[in-house]
């Protein structure tokens, strides 16, 4: 079981053997926990105590408008793009502002603070509008409307590419540039494409997972990965990453301990390697340990770690190489967690697999690990988009409207409440 081995070294400032000490607050947050590279456990009490008392406060606080007794009502809101972490969220508006919620014990969620919020609240109220934006760990990342890159969050280890290591609660800007046209966050690291399709990356680099070949150690500023340009569809979780190129051939490099890189071993890569050779490939996304893509054809591909199914295979055995999941063909975007996955499909039905212990799946009845993809929303409805975190799914509907479900123990569901869990689909609510 390798359960606990997700948290990889993201989850904690002195993760990595070599990597320097976390900052104080690093032995606070529940989601963090040490790692040796391989299989370290969780240690029992790795979670502070639960205060009942605060906990009843601070969901009465969240329930009630100020002064008054009635729930508060749920104001959605429309967006265009979605990013999430671990156990927080982010959209970017279609007016393109910035929204977050969920964990924020480290400032993830930009908002000035170490507060979870269990609706989404606007970053930087009024003072930018944003392109893209993507979550970390305990970081997050995100363009802005002139091309400019912006950082908040955890930084140990240099992620947030503003050439320290100081922690920022509020979005720091990453060099002058103003030419960033993707970002991408993994576990203590992060990567860009630049206009042309240069491929930069910063922070952590225990496994090879900024691409600079022979070069080891953290990077605080954004480095340029080899000389190819015309890199798009960039993706990162956990310490590795994958990218397509201009001739649709998928590339992966970093972390390789279970296989995820999909090259038919276990050796970490420090520099990107072909996968599927002669394979032409549309999107890729990955969890922490395994990858899913999807061929220009429509068809769906998974390979890594498979112990509750998140490979989608209808099989328990995990993979090194690119496995076939199904037969359908009309596959238009994937989206792994933790241990499950979500895919939409040209119809814009919704379908996820894998891990359901905590509702992540968005479906109801059966059993609760589900082995091959499954329908997750009403068939009505129709999905534009889906992201998934550490047991928690977003996505945003044909409306605009953002929605979602599983683990809530932080409010990275958004409904309102800190409900541990919300097991069925429901609306992201406004907080401001």
Same mark, same amino acid.
């Given at each position: ?24 607050? /690093? ?15 969780l ?11 605060d906990?009843?406060?601070?969901? /009465? ?27 927080h969220?982010? +959209?970017?508006e ?6 977050a ?12 603070d170490?507060t ?13 509008r ?36 100081r922690?920022?609660?509020?979005p ?16 203590l690291?992060s ?85 599927g ?18 061929t ?19 099989v /328990? ?7 076939r999941v ?32 905590l ?18 929303l ?13 047991g ?15 683990d ?18 429901? +609306? ?5």
């Amino acid at each position: 079981m390798k359960r606990a081995a997700f948290l990889l070294a993201a989850v904690a400032g002195a993760a990595c053997e070599g990597d320097p000490a976390a900052p104080a607050d /690093a032995t606070t947050a529940p989601d963090q926990a040490s790692f040796d590279g391989a299989t370290q456990e969780l240690a029992p009490d790795a979670s502070p105590a639960l205060d009942v008392a605060d906990v009843a406060t601070d969901i /009465a606080d969240d329930l009630r408008d100020d002064g008054g007794d009635a729930p508060r009502p749920c104001e959605t809101f429309t967006a265009r793009a979605l990013g999430t972490g671990w156990n927080h969220a982010l +959209a970017v508006e279609r007016a393109g502002a910035l929204r977050a919620w969920g964990a924020n014990g480290s400032g993830q969620l930009g908002l000035g603070d170490n507060t979870d919020r269990a609706r989404a609240e606007t970053v930087e109220r009024g003072a930018s509008r944003w392109r893209a934006v993507a979550g970390g760990s305990r970081h997050g990342c995100g363009i802005r409307e002139d091309g400019s890159l912006w950082c908040w969050g955890v930084n140990v280890h240099g992620q947030l590419g503003t050439g320290d290591t100081r922690d920022r609660t509020t979005p720091g800007r990453v060099g002058t540039e103003t030419d960033w046209v993707e970002v991408t966050c993994g576990g203590l690291h992060s990567c860009g494409i630049r206009t042309g399709g240069s491929l930069w990356c910063w922070g952590a680099n225990p496994a090879g997972q900024l691409g600079l070949g022979a070069e080891t150690g953290d990077r605080t500023t954004p480095q340029r990965v080899g000389d190819e340009v015309g890199w798009r569809g960039l993706s990162a979780k956990a310490r590795f990453n994958c990218a397509l190129r201009p001739d649709e051939s998928l590339w992966c490099w970093g972390d390789n301990s279970d296989g995820q890189l999909g090259v038919g071993d276990t050796a970490d890569r420090r520099a990107p390697v072909a996968v599927g050779a002669g394979t032409r490939w549309a999107q890729v996304r990955m969890g922490p340990l395994h990858t899913c893509a999807i061929t220009t054809d429509g068809a769906l591909y998974c390979w890594g770690l498979n112990d509750y199914g998140q490979l989608g295979t209808g099989v /328990a055995e995990s993979a090194r190489t690119p496995q076939r999941v199904g037969v359908d063909a009309d596959w238009r975007l994937v989206s792994g967690g933790f241990e499950h996955t979500c895919g939409v499909r040209t119809d814009g039905s919704l379908w996820c697999w894998g891990n359901n212990e905590l509702g992540q799946l968005g479906v109801t009845g059966g059993e609760s690990t589900r082995r091959a993809p499954t329908r997750a929303l009403p068939e009505a409805r129709r999905v534009d988009d889906v992201v998934t975190g550490q047991g928690h799914t977003c996505a945003i509907d044909g409306d605009g409207a953002v929605r979602c479900w599983g683990d809530n123990a932080s409010g990275q569901a958004g409904s309102g409440e800190r409900a541990p869990t919300r097991p069925t689909p429901g +609306a992201v609510c406004g907080g401001g």
